[in-house]
């Protein structure tokens, strides 16, 4: 019997009857179930074809990694690429996919576990990836802004408006947020108890807008907070090996404590993690969101959307500010009086006979609208309720020592993103490519062009002053029109010729009669 064999039989004697961090598993345990995981992974990952990273399939799933820029890339760029009747039902709070609607495009926050519920050889998954310690600053700040809507009208409970509507899901019923956010709301609410109660002073000596403990949970006990180690640290890679505590593998809490207590198994979740985003068809970065959206629309996107014309379409060789980074993507509730542009108007279907060109100017237009009310919701979450602001500016506050903390905690994540870089360059690579092939073509085309440019040239060569005569007559027409005369003198002289030749021959007999009738 094969290892494989062997571990497939002893894996669920192992791990049954556990419930998620409530065993401590030896290393010895622990590697056996890791290895095993990583192992059948990898195996069910060499069953896909080789071009599964490069053909878009039936079904495309974009892997929404929480703050990485995933709303933008949905609503602006993804939602524009197929039209609405082939969009997969709204499953950010729970799966709704049916395979028998045919639908085309499906966005979750879920892990890469949910493959197991889709058809996997028929669908293609993309995913963005950020800079690790951009994404902590991210989630902190995003949890804190929602929390702080509760904060406003002095909700200590989830409202009863909480409920999805058929317009969008509320952020308290979309993962990893359903967690933290009700977690910071009580955490905001008791510091304002215990502030209120000691009289203690509103704006404390030292006081820093992420060290601001009377009135919010630091960063730096954010980061060390046991829901914050086993959601956001390491997060992307987690999500990516489908290993998240909202997964559908089975074994997933334990693998993942596994990899916390012992941190030298975590390199076989990497590699799995590592080996499934190349795997996937197209694997964009935050920093490079306009880039990102650019490369997929001429990679991807040109797979089912004609060229067209270019409108805007220079891909940048600067990364995107860290100024522009510090904007966080929003979450789907709205604080009081605040809406989001209407992405229904945004993601028209095929119907507009969308090229690919067009697909990104869409997107920029789109991104721009999004971007600003995005800055408007942060405004007026924190503006009435919480004396902080979270900016690219104050994140300069934050001491050394806690970003290498954060940057240690997320090992996994550093190395997963630096793969997912060297990814991007790759797509860069083939892009390149395609605009080298398009460039030989066009120079191509051009050179027929010139060619007869160069014949008419020749023909207006002949006499200046005709030309000058002429003035700005089409000169192809002259050429055509003194070919025309040409062919008419030469059968006009033929004629002449077989008419000329036909008399010649007329009196050469009559010649000859009269010679006879002498003698």
Wanted: neutral net charge; glycine residues 4%; aromatic residues 8%.
């Amino acid at each position: 019997m094969s290892t494989l064999a062997l571990l497939s039989l002893l894996l669920p004697l192992l791990i049954s009857g556990d419930v998620a961090f409530g065993f401590d598993y030896g290393r010895e345990k622990c590697s056996t179930i890791v290895k095993y995981w990583a192992e059948n992974a990898m195996h069910e990952l060499s069953l896909f074809s080789n071009d599964h990273h490069v053909q878009l399939k039936e079904l495309l799933y974009f892997l929404h990694v929480p703050r990485t820029g995933g709303r933008t890339y949905h609503q602006c760029l993804l939602r524009n690429l197929y039209p609405k009747e082939q969009h997969c039902d709204r499953s950010y709070d729970k799966l709704r996919f049916n395979s028998s609607n045919h639908c085309r495009l499906l966005v979750t926050h879920d892990d890469y576990s949910i493959l197991s519920k889709l058809p996997v050889k028929s669908t293609s998954v993309v995913t963005n990836l950020r800079d690790p310690v951009d994404r902590v600053f991210s989630a902190y700040e995003f949890s804190v802004e929602v929390a702080a809507r509760f904060l406003i009208h002095n909700l200590r409970r989830n409202p009863k408006t909480t409920k999805s509507g058929k317009n969008g899901s509320s952020t308290l019923n979309i993962w990893p947020w359903s967690l933290l956010v009700p977690w910071m709301r009580d955490d905001l609410f008791e510091r304002e108890r215990r502030r209120l109660s000691e009289e203690a002073e509103i704006l404390p000596l030292g006081f820093s807008n992420y060290d601001a403990s009377p009135f919010v949970m630091p960063l730096h006990e954010f980061i060390r907070q046991p829901m914050v180690m086993d959601i956001i640290h390491n997060g992307a890679t987690f999500q990516v090996a489908g290993l998240t505590n909202n997964s559908y593998t089975k074994a997933a809490a334990k693998i993942r404590k596994c990899t916390i207590d012992h941190p030298n198994l975590g390199h076989h979740v990497l590699e799995v993690a590592k080996k499934r985003l190349d795997k996937m068809i197209f694997v964009g970065l935050t920093e490079k969101h306009g880039d990102s959206a650019k490369l997929f629309a001429h990679l991807i996107g040109r797979q089912i959307l004609p060229l067209g014309q270019p409108i805007s379409d220079t891909l940048s060789n600067e990364v995107i500010s860290s100024a522009d980074l510090s904007v966080p993507n929003a979450g789907i509730s709205e604080p009081p009086n605040l809406q989001a542009p209407d992405s229904g108007s945004i993601a028209q279907s095929a119907k507009e006979n969308l090229t690919v060109y067009g697909l990104i100017d869409k997107y920029q237009k789109c991104a721009g609208r999004l971007r600003r009310t995005q800055v408007q919701r942060r405004i007026a979450s924190l503006k009435h309720s919480l004396p902080v602001n979270f900016s690219n500016e104050a994140r300069q506050e934050v001491p050394e020592e806690i970003l290498d903390e954060i940057r240690e905690m997320n090992f996994l994540d550093l190395a997963l993103y630096e793969h997912a870089q060297r990814r991007f360059k790759s797509q860069l690579l083939i892009y390149d490519s395609l605009q080298h092939e398009l460039s030989k073509q066009h120079e191509h085309t051009s050179k027929i062009w010139d060619t007869e440019i160069d014949m008419d040239a020749g023909y207006m060569g002949i006499d200046e002053s005709l030309q000058m005569g002429f003035g700005s007559t089409n000169w192809k027409f002259v050429s055509v029109l003194c070919m025309a005369v040409a062919v008419v003198t030469m059968m006009a002289s033929f004629v002449v010729f077989i008419h000329g030749n036909r008399v010649f021959k007329l009196r050469k007999w009559q010649a000859r009669n009269v010679v006879h009738e002498k003698f």
